[in-house]
Each structure stands twice: as structure tokens, then as C-alpha cells.
């Protein structure tokens, strides 16, 4: 009687308009990983946690948009840079000079630390794309920083005095250690899931 109940059972199953649902749940739980082993599940954050990387270049963006400012107040190393290079201009006009360098020094800052910000989170999300466009943003860095610290202005000096503009290299810097350090890390595809007991 009980072999012949289990049949009985099994064949109501089968027939019943309950064995679709059953076929549903089983599909679900082996698409949840509790079916193929091998199975490669993706995974987000596939180039590890190397978010932190980023996190001395946009420190030092920072610190390099707010040196300005400081200097302003203190040293005045921008002012008699502008002095030196043009005597002729009077008080009011390098103080519009140095008010202009503020203000585009202010703006590279801003797009500095977005890039750095945004290429953090793309590396944390594991995004393909995410390693080509560090390299792209380190070599617009470079160019705006060696482009502070090289180009002569009509005067014959270069724009910034040298403590300002190696300054503005300093993130440069930082972004050529973190392309570095993420086109040296293997990228990984995916995880293998827990094997469960």
C-alpha cells in the first residue's frame, strides 16, 4: 500500500494543475545558484576593491585648488610672481590677474576631483571601461599640469611661480600610480558561488 500510495501521489503530480508551479520554483531555485555548480555567476566590483587608490589624488587635487588661495592670504607667491613679471602694472591690476588665475585654477580643481570621484566609482562597479578612461584622465592631468608649470606668458616667466605650479603636478602624479596599479591587477571576470553541503 505504501508503494502503491507514492505512485498514486507522483501521478497526481504530474496531471495536477500544481505541476507547473512546482517546475516554476525548481527553475528559480536553480537560477538563485542552487542548480549547476559551475555555473560563473557575475559579480560586481570585478576589479577588486581598488577604489582606495584614488583617494591621495583627490586629496592632493584638493589641497592643490585651495594652495592658491591660502597664498593669497599669506606668502602672496602669485602676486609678486605677476609683479616681477610685469612691473608696470599697478596694485588694482595684479590683484585682477591673481583673481583670474583663482578662478581657472578653481574650475580645473572642480573637473579634477569630478574625474577622480567618478572614475572611483566606476572601478568599484566594475565597469569595463573603467581602467581606459583612467589612463585618458591621467594624460589630461599631466597636460594641464605641465601646462601650468612650463608655458611662458608674455612677460618671458611662466605663469605660476614654480612652487604653484609643482603644486598643480602632484595630482598628476597620484593619477600615474593609480593607472599603474589598475592595468597591473588581472581583471576578473566572475566568481565561482559557494559549493553548498
Not at 109 to 135: C, D, E, F, N, S
Not at 173 to 183: E, K, N
Amino acid at each position: 500500500m505504501v508503494v502503491d500510495r507514492h505512485r498514486v501521489d507522483a501521478e497526481f503530480l504530474r496531471e495536477s494543475p500544481h505541476a507547473e508551479a512546482l517546475q516554476a520554483v525548481a527553475v528559480d531555485q536553480r537560477d538563485s545558484g542552487g542548480g549547476d555548480p559551475g555555473a560563473v555567476e557575475p559579480r560586481r566590483g570585478a576589479l577588486g576593491p581598488s577604489g582606495h587608490v584614488f583617494r591621495p589624488g583627490l586629496g592632493l587635487t584638493v589641497a592643490a585648488t585651495v594652495l592658491p588661495y591660502v597664498d593669497r592670504v599669506t606668502t602672496h607667491l602669485l602676486a609678486d610672481h605677476i609683479r616681477d613679471g610685469y612691473p608696470g602694472y599697478t596694485p588694482s591690476r595684479i590683484d585682477a590677474a591673481v583673481t583670474t588665475y583663482l578662478v581657472l585654477l578653481s574650475v580645473i580643481g572642480a573637473l579634477g576631483a569630478v574625474a577622480w570621484l567618478g572614475t572611483a566609482r566606476a572601478v568599484k562597479a566594475g565597469r569595463r571601461w573603467a581602467r581606459p578612461a583612467a589612463l585618458v584622465l591621467f594624460v589630461c592631468a599631466a597636460t594641464v599640469g605641465l601646462t601650468g608649470l612650463l608655458t611662458t606668458d608674455t612677460s618671458g616667466e611662466t605663469g605660476l611661480p614654480p612652487a604653484l605650479g609643482w603644486a598643480g603636478m602632484a595630482p598628476s602624479m597620484a593619477a600615474l600610480l593609480a593607472v599603474v596599479f589598475l592595468w597591473s591587477r588581472p581583471r576578473v571576470a566572475g566568481r565561482l558561488p559557494r559549493a553548498r553541503n
